[in-house]
């Protein structure tokens, strides 16, 4: 297989964000397809970086003979809990190493799927949302999926969110490739069993900010929670129940429920709809950030899961809500 970037029919230009799936089912299989595209980015000047389990990270370097550009990281400080946080390592380390003088940065990734569906659900997004999220970095990106341990629909959604798949045959177009913007639309907004219990408090009417996040603040007293945790959680509430108001239609109103393990609130407003699937995962503005737009892409990364209803996903497409989730650590 032809791992260079220039010419040639299925090869990457510079720039743009090729994002290639790899589905193997032994270590030798893995190593066999991807130590051949990291030798190839070395020899052609792009940095090579690794960020998989520490077993599949062992063997890639093996294969390289321990060359020392070879940079291995550990994956849960490039694939955190919350995604948002994984683009912007990306993107950080993008521009670490084109500063640097490489030509490309090339990763091989082995996220964390978790072992929920909810958590599975997740990570799907983020596979299809950096298709565009990454696009214009200069990344390329090469996701393994280990199919011995993996669930079907994470396996199945390898297909759908990465362009083109890497077999023995060949790097290859993926017959499910779907466009980002259309899949994210079909995935479902999880159930969350809390919903469906009388809320610890309830506003039908938010206009008294400060009095709401005290009342809040109040409610949250009592979680079996780190201080850190709540304020994180009692800002992502602020964040968005002042977008509700900025931007949505009256009345907008919040819902706040306590479990065993988590924290839930949503905040729904009047609006007529959500139609933007790549929302809060960057800055509304870019790089501009004194033009604000920061309050959802804040919101994801303060809360675990942040899930959004409006139009096609909510009874009658007559109101936006925003659903925020923390899990109690």
């Known amino acids: 297989m032809d791992w260079t970037t220039t010419g040639g029919a299925g090869r990457p230009a510079p720039g743009g964000f090729p994002h290639d799936a790899l589905l193997y089912?032994?270590?030798e299989?893995?190593?066999?397809?991807a130590a051949p595209f990291l030798r190839a980015g070395l020899a052609e000047g792009d940095a090579a970086v690794v960020a998989t389990r520490p077993d599949t990270a062992a063997a890639l370097r093996e294969a390289l003979d321990d060359d020392p550009r070879l940079q291995v990281v550990e994956r849960h400080a490039v694939y955190r809990p919350r995604t948002p946080e994984a683009i912007t390592t990306f993107r950080r380390l993008a521009e670490q190493c084109t500063a640097a003088g490489a030509g490309r940065v090339r990763v091989v990734g082995e996220a964390d799927y978790g072992r929920t569906e909810r958590d599975w659900l997740e990570w799907e997004r983020y596979e299809s949302v950096i298709n565009r999220a990454l696009s214009g970095w200069n990344l390329w990106g090469l996701c393994a999926f280990d199919t011995r341990q993996l669930p079907d629909?994470?396996?199945?959604?390898?297909?759908?969110?990465?362009?083109r798949l890497v077999t023995a045959d060949g790097r290859v177009p993926s017959p499910s490739y779907t466009d980002p913007?259309?899949?994210?639309?079909t995935l479902p907004i999880p159930d969350e069993p809390l919903e469906r219990t009388p809320p610890r408090l309830a506003a039908a009417d938010v206009r008294d900010f400060i009095g709401l996040r005290h009342a809040v603040a109040a409610e949250l007293a009592g979680v079996p929670a780190g201080a850190d945790l709540v304020d994180d959680f009692l800002l992502a509430v602020d964040e968005m129940a002042?977008?509700?108001?900025?931007?949505?239609l009256p009345p907008v109103s919040l819902r706040l429920w306590t479990g065993a393990d988590r924290i839930v609130c949503t905040i729904t407003d009047g609006g007529p709809g959500w139609d933007d699937p790549f929302a809060g995962y960057g800055p509304a503005h870019g790089s501009d950030l004194s033009r604000g737009g920061m309050g959802l892409w804040l919101?994801?990364?303060l809360c675990d899961h942040v899930?959004?209803?409006?139009?096609?996903?909510?009874?009658?497409?007559e109101t936006v809500s925003v659903r925020l989730t923390t899990f109690l650590r």
């Open 29 to 33: 299989q893995l190593v066999a397809l």
């Open 25 to 27: 089912d032994s270590t």
């Open 242 to 248: 002042s977008n509700a108001v900025r931007h949505g």
């Open 299 to 301: 919101a994801r990364q």
């Open 153 to 163: 629909p994470v396996l199945e959604s390898a297909g759908r969110t990465h362009s």
């Open 307 to 317: 899930d959004i209803a409006g139009g096609d996903h909510h009874p009658g497409g």
């Open 181 to 185: 913007a259309a899949y994210l639309r």
